[in-house]
């Protein structure tokens, strides 16, 4: 059987390139069709730009409600302002980390992850991240339309932008009426001017606050943990690797028996003299895969601590510890009930599946002897793979403590399709789907539905999410996003307080506009590049 297709990095800059190339190729025909121009389709470089004015009474309708709109979008600038900020020093945060501690390329660099497109983005699910992208386009942009019409500024068109796929939707605005020209004032002032560009941004962080509220409320409230256990690591090249055993598999009986903790699973492995026939569930298949070997049973190490004795005495990554200085570690009871007898500077043995390490123990805060292992919980070897029993319980909690964690639940948030629950899940949180989905049950008022509930969860997180992170990207202060249209007028505002030439006024708030949005969009590439320059792939 041939070996699955994979794609580096070159090849994903490749496809990109032709991509764009061909997109280039296909505006350039469709801006010289004339039939075309009069069907309200455009492009402008790669993007094809498709217009309507169907729905244009639409937003008349809605923006009747003129007070109403024009305090919640009053009311929201500061929020803009807040998350125009917020950002902005995130932004130089991730410039900082990337000159400090550049990390090696890795799937979160990868140029396929860099724009946020589902399907494409290896994190985003192609489903549920086009749905969710297609209501924050939608509840984004008609935001805009309605202030437009509020404030008394013409939309000349709605549409979608195309770029081999929808990318944009969007409502084409008068730009004389709304920004003026050196001929013609504006109509909108420049508070009316701030509200509409603010309204795009308003509307998304609303949306994202009512998906967010429902998802870890009520929602997330229905959801009860399972206790299974599963396949947690596969050593490579062992006789297990070459069987068939992957990560996250799980274990549903052993040897027509069916297995729901690790005591089951050790003691029906201690039983059995020669190969046992384990009963698995990858994903929607259900597979039997035979193993032999002599169970272990300890606590399983998923990483080691710099400048530690582990990291010293040179122990692997991952490993399962099983005894120490010759007292046996069946779990992590043991473990911490033999590290409570230790003394800092004491030499001991650590007996792993991989073999005896000797160790200095340096301090720990007790006063107690300390090695440098992070723990993941119970487990079992056998032959070179680990089973655990994954902590549902733990892992939910954990979820629902993200909004109740102020800035840092908010920092989780925004990270939480890439690096996950961490401690949990190590490929990021795509929702409960796939096979994390097998560790939980809907119950309470949510039991009649069954697995729809799961439906309705991803349903709220990537409305929520998408929305969220749609929002704060536009507040980023650089033109030609809100954010920087929103910063220019504020800019220009505070000017006119301390410099009575208005012209003067004029060239400084270009200046500074101008220079910090070279700021931004370099910071932007440059988080991208840079695990590539350093470590010479592009060089």
């Keep these: 059987m041939s070996p699955p297709l994979t794609l580096d990095s070159g090849d994903w800059m490749l496809i990109t390139a032709l991509v764009v190339s061909l997109s280039y190729m296909i505006g350039t025909t469709v801006n010289r069709s004339q039939t075309l121009k009069k069907m ?3 492009a402008w470089g790669p993007v094809i730009m498709i217009r309507t004015r169907l ?3 639409l937003l008349d309708t809605l923006a009747s409600k003129k007070r109403l709109w024009r305090f919640v979008a009053s009311a929201g600038v500061p929020l803009v302002v807040a998350g125009m900020l917020y950002i902005f020093l995130l932004l130089l945060l991730m410039n900082y980390v990337m000159i400090r501690f550049t990390p090696e390329p890795s799937s979160y660099t990868a140029p396929r992850n860099i724009l946020l497109i589902p399907g494409v983005n290896q994190f985003i699910p192609l489903v549920w991240g086009w749905v969710a992208l297609l209501v924050t386009m939608v509840v984004h942009e008609m935001a805009h339309g309605i202030l437009c019409r509020v404030e008394g500024v013409r939309v000349k068109s709605m549409g979608v932008a195309l770029l081999a796929f929808p990318v944009a939707a969007f409502v084409e605005p008068d730009d004389e009426e709304l920004f003026g020209t050196p001929q013609k004032p504006a109509v909108a002032s420049r508070s009316a001017r701030v509200r509409i560009l603010s309204a795009g941004v308003i509307s998304n962080f609303i949306v994202a606050f009512l998906a967010m509220a429902l998802f870890f409320g009520p929602v997330i409230g229905a959801i009860t943990p399972l206790d299974r256990v599963v396949v947690a690591d596969v050593e490579n090249d062992t006789a297990a690797d070459l069987a068939g055993f992957q990560k996250s598999m799980i274990v ?26 384990l009963h698995l569930q990858n994903g929607d298949r259900q597979m039997d895969i035979p193993l032999q070997g002599k169970p272990e049973r300890g606590v399983l190490v998923v990483s080691i601590l710099e400048d530690s004795p582990a990291s010293a005495a040179g122990m692997p990554e991952r490993f399962v510890i099983t005894g120490i200085g010759g007292r046996p570690v069946k779990g992590l009871n043991e473990f911490r009930a033999v590290m409570n007898d230790t003394l800092p500077g004491q030499n001991i043995t650590v007996e792993t599946n991989k073999g005896v390490f000797p160790i200095s123990l340096d301090t720990k805060e007790d006063g107690k002897g300390f090695i440098g292992v992070i723990l993941s919980g119970d487990a079992v070897n056998v032959d070179g793979v680990t089973f655990q029993v994954f902590p549902a319980g733990s892992f939910l909690a954990a979820l629902k403590a993200i909004p109740h964690s102020g800035l ?4 989780s948030m925004m990270g939480l399709p890439f690096t996950g629950i961490p401690g949990f899940t190590e490929d990021g949180f795509q929702g409960f789907s796939g096979w994390i989905a097998n560790f939980f049950q809907p119950s309470g008022w949510a039991a009649p539905l069954g697995g729809k509930l799961f439906w309705i969860t991803n349903f709220l997180l990537w409305v929520g999410w998408i929305n969220l992170y749609a929002g704060l990207f536009n507040c980023l202060p650089a033109v030609p996003l809100d954010g920087g249209h929103i910063f220019r007028d504020l800019l220009r505002s505070f000017f006119d307080r301390f410099v009575r030439d208005a012209a003067r006024a004029e060239k400084m708030t270009s200046t500074v506009v101008a220079i910090l949005a070279w700021l931004i969009f370099s910071s932007l590439l440059f988080t991208v590049v840079a695990p590539y320059l350093a470590h010479g792939i592009l060089s």
């Design 408 to 411: 840092a639940g908010m920092n």
């Design 55 to 57: 729905g244009l009474g």
């Design 40 to 42: 309200n389709i455009t």
């Design 252 to 277: 549903l009986g052993l040897n027509g028996t069916s297995t729901s903790s690790l005591e089951e699973l050790y003691q029906n492995f201690s039983r059995t003299s020669g190969y046992s026939e």
